[in-house]
T-cell receptor, first 115, second 110 residues
Framework: GAGVSQSPSNKVTEKGKDVELRCDPI?????LYWYRQRLGQGLEFLIY????????KSGLPSDRFSAERTGESVSTLTIQRTQQEDSAVYLC?????????????FGPGTRLTVT | GQNIDQPTEMTATEGAIVQINCTYQ??????LFWYQQHAGEAPTFLSY????GLEEKGRFSSFLSRSKGYSYLLLKELQMKDSASYLC???????????FGTGTQLKVEL
């Protein structure tokens, strides 16, 4: 079946512009995660959605970052007034649930470059 | 805070065995994952440990000692395609966050 998809695959934007990244999780997966991966570094948790519960936003680095999810489907991550430090690969993952033991399936990521 | 340590790089020979270690100090522990990530690709799941001991899955095995805050990933009969970054990740806190190490870049040589 279809895996997690993300769009765009690559995005180049000018400093100060807003960008919107999209994630389509695997159908039926109730949990959705956003991570950031800077070059040569590990994954950094950003935000997590589980069903209709309030999202866990504890990983968002600043108020320029926000994310939404419609029900148990598509999610968008928005970065306002982008800075060069925002350049990274943004990975989305989904899982059947949020409890331990549920494997997270990752999308291919969106490579964001802020010039 | 959360701290997960892995070696940055390792090199091994095709056909050999390699062990990648991971130590962690985290507030809360609900399991440990290993993921494989090829350059430019998304991480893919390898293994999950929540109880002490060894989990074997084909050429890959993963070990966990909760009392020592230690895990390792064992890769046998190495193949060139195993060249990748191996990420150790701990399920922490409310069970919904994965905290990742920086990954171990494994290079398999002839």
């Amino acid at each position: 079946g279809a895996g997690v998809s993300q769009s765009p695959s690559n995005k180049v934007t000018e400093k100060g512009k807003d960008v919107e990244l999209r994630c389509d999780p695997i159908s039926g997966h109730t949990a959705l995660y956003w991570y950031r991966q800077r070059l040569g570094q590990g994954l950094e948790f950003l935000i997590y959605f589980q069903g209709n519960s309030a999202p866990d936003k504890s990983g968002l680095p600043s108020d320029r970052f926000s994310a939404e999810r419609t029900g148990e489907s598509v999610s968008t991550l928005t970065i306002q007034r982008t800075q060069q430090e925002d350049s990274a690969v943004y990975l989305c993952a989904s899982s059947q649930g949020a409890a331990e033991g549920y494997e997270q399936y990752f999308g291919p990521g969106t490579r964001l470059t802020v010039t | 805070g959360q701290n997960i340590d892995q070696p940055t790089e390792m090199t091994a020979t095709e056909g050999a065995i390699v062990q990648i270690n991971c130590t962690y100090q985290t507030s809360g522990f609900n399991g440990l994952f290993w993921y494989q990530q090829h350059a430019g690709e998304a991480p893919t799941f390898l293994s999950y440990n929540v109880l002490d001991g060894l989990e074997e899955k084909g050429r890959f095995s993963s070990f966990l000692s909760r009392s020592k805050g230690y895990s390792y990933l064992l890769l046998k009969e190495l193949q060139m395609k195993d060249s990748a970054s191996y990420l150790c990740a701990v399920f922490t806190g409310g069970g919904n966050k994965l905290t990742f190490g920086t990954g171990t870049q494994l290079k398999v040589e002839l």
